[in-house]
DNA sequence: TATTAGCACTCAAGCTTACGGAGTGCTATT
DNA sequence: AATAGCACTCCGTAAGCTTGAGTGCTAATA
């Protein structure tokens, strides 16, 4: 049995790069030939081992930090890992209930899910969780509430179909009787209902000239309503973190400079949701694995994140962010988990219209 | 002119503690007699220097960090420069015409404030800015509007005289048709305006009770509104935080877990909530330096606020948190400027009542 | 021909030593 | 009371040394 069938050896590389990437998850030390010897059992002498090693570097699955150190993963040894070494575990289905059952029942509205998640996502994984919320712009139009406040005061409200709710305070030029205001209300929450908000500033416009013959005043407010409640610049998705103080206890301890720019990123709401709207062209699961961030604040972090849907269209993005060296199984299994969670969460509430 | 008045002999040593203090602030290195000497005109040789600063050692206003090293503040040697030392200058009008401005008209309610003014605090001092905004449960309540979303589910605003705007939605065990709801609405909104919010909650009840014989409905929606909607609890005054990202800057590097468990309470909001809540006790600026925190991991930074006010009562904190070695004068001024305006913004809202 | 044992080599990390500089406290002097 | 002078302390830094883990290479082996 001297001579080994290629595919075998083959196989018997990739094992071996898997308990190196796996040894190295748990100390985070370099991991050297005699640690692979004394600890996994591969049947074979040190020095086996170290020719077998440096094949792996030479293909690029490891780095040396310097000559004669130990062999660390990298990126690219993280992600053939990821793609082909590790089998994705589920959560368990009593996790899963758990879980579920943590949410409680205060989740009537978008904002206590998001909430909700981005703590579930950061308490179980220990590391960063984070929730973006979908765009209003993209969302339809649920109802609309005009309340008076006061002369030449109205409050908006808007009420997305995916149960986001945003207010906004009009200041209005000249004053609206109550009961007329009222009225408007009710109109415009007949004739908009249902459309994207991105179109509603404009038939906001469209209907008003309508009406404009009747009732002059209607013209004021309406412009009003689509300059300032309606201007969606502002309205991008919210963005939701928690567990940020958990880099502290993953980031290695490296040197300060790198901790601080990863959390002047992570402090950023723009930033932060600029990395994660990437994330959210395609669709279902994204790794992202050190240097593959395209933020270089972000070379030192690994990003697992899934997109979240109602009625077949993406609408946000939900993850953690964590070491390179996490244990990507377990990992993933959480965000899937919760991405199905929310999944149907999201439906039930759409359900009750 | 061998002998000295005494008192200018007291006059000349807290000039000497200003300088040192001075000198520490600018350079952040423990200072020696010969620095004093060089840079500053005391007109006396290093010994003399280094006698008084011995005497200051004794009564405990300064610090060796360890034999043969210069001398750095104690807490109690900031104290007394900034409770005497330091003449307080307050903000030029141009510079506060400036901060005015930078609020910009999209200031209507009171959120945009908080948010504004959190991070005029941050942006100007470059350290942390924070804002407590005003209780819910001690406003008074404004306008009351129930909502519908569906059969059976209620959109509860609630809009507080400081402009505190707030929404909930309500799972009704019973469905009610929307020109009832409406109807309801507006009772309730009569009724109950004008009242402190802790106090609508039992008012609630009381008025469906007597409501009870006309209409049935009545009584189940307004259980659930007192229930759930009222339940002020979780209504504490919301933080608004800006900068954190400065801790990194101010920290001076000491080490790593100082600022670690820095960090850590200035990323949970209820203990920096509650820290700010101390602070508010009584009415008018506080200076809290380092030690003087009751948070040890506090005891590195100093943090100046000031109280807000509507109607000649205490509502709010605002405030920077920052180096112990800051420059109070300018900071005093700030948070002093800042809560002036506030005070003004505050006022004017409410009048367009 | 794949594997192994053996060996010389490298490098990071830790420890010791040396030394210059900043700063002090004390004492004798003015 | 203020100062000059001096011995002393301690930090910080750099240089040298040792240790140990780990490597790459080569020659022997099954």
Redesign the interface.
């Known amino acids: 049995m001297r001579t080994l069938d290629p595919k075998t050896a083959e196989d018997r590389k990739r094992r071996l790069l898997q308990a190196v990437i796996y040894h190295f998850m748990r100390t985070g030390k370099p991991v050297g030939s005699q640690v692979i010897v004394d600890k996994y059992n591969f049947g074979m002498s040190s020095a086996t081992v170290r020719n077998m090693l440096m094949d792996l570097e030479k293909e690029g699955f490891l780095i040396q930090p310097h000559t004669s150190a130990g062999r660390v993963p990298s990126d690219k040894g993280y992600r053939l890992y990821v793609d082909s070494l590790l089998e994705v575990q589920s959560l368990a289905a009593a996790e899963e209930e758990g879980i579920r059952k943590q949410y409680a029942a205060r989740t ?2 978008l904002e206590d899910v998001m909430i909700s998640t981005s703590r579930m996502l950061s308490s179980l994984s220990h590391y960063t969780g984070m929730v973006l919320s979908p765009r209003l712009d993209k969302s339809l139009l ?2 609309l ?1 005009l ?4 002369n ?2 109205v ?1 908006v ?1 808007i ?1 997305s179909q995916t ?1 986001l ?1 945003r ?5 209005l030029s000249r004053s609206l009787p109550a009961e007329r205001l ?1 009225m408007l209300s009710e109109m415009l929450n007949a004739r908009l209902r249902g459309l994207p908000l991105s179109e509603v500033r404009t038939q906001i416009l469209h209907h008003i000239e309508a009406a404009e013959q009747e009732h002059s005043e209607a013209f004021s407010i309406g412009r009003e309503l689509a300059r300032d409640a309606f201007d969606l610049k502002t309205t991008e998705g919210d963005l939701y973190v928690e567990g ?2 958990n880099i ?1 206890s993953f980031s290695e ?1 490296g040197d ?1 400079g790198e901790l ?1 720019g990863l ?2 990123v992570i ?2 709401k723009n930033l932060l949701t600029s990395v994660l709207e990437k994330t959210m062209k395609k669709e279902g699961l994204s790794i992202k694995i050190g240097a593959e961030n395209t933020r270089p604040e972000l070379r030192s972090v690994s990003l697992v994140s899934n997109t979240y849907k109602l009625n077949d269209h993406t609408i946000g993005v939900l993850g953690i962010m964590g070491p390179r060296r996490m244990e990507y199984g377990r990992m993933i299994a959480l965000v899937e988990g919760v991405t199905k969670i929310v999944n149907q969460m999201l439906e039930k509430m759409v359900s ?2």
Do not use: T
């Open positions: 009537k509205e649920r109802r509430q309340v008076p406040l006061s030449s005061q409050l409200i009420v149960g709710i207010h906004k305070v009009l200041q009222s940020r103080e502290f301890l300060f601080s959390l002047k402090e950023q009750y219209e």
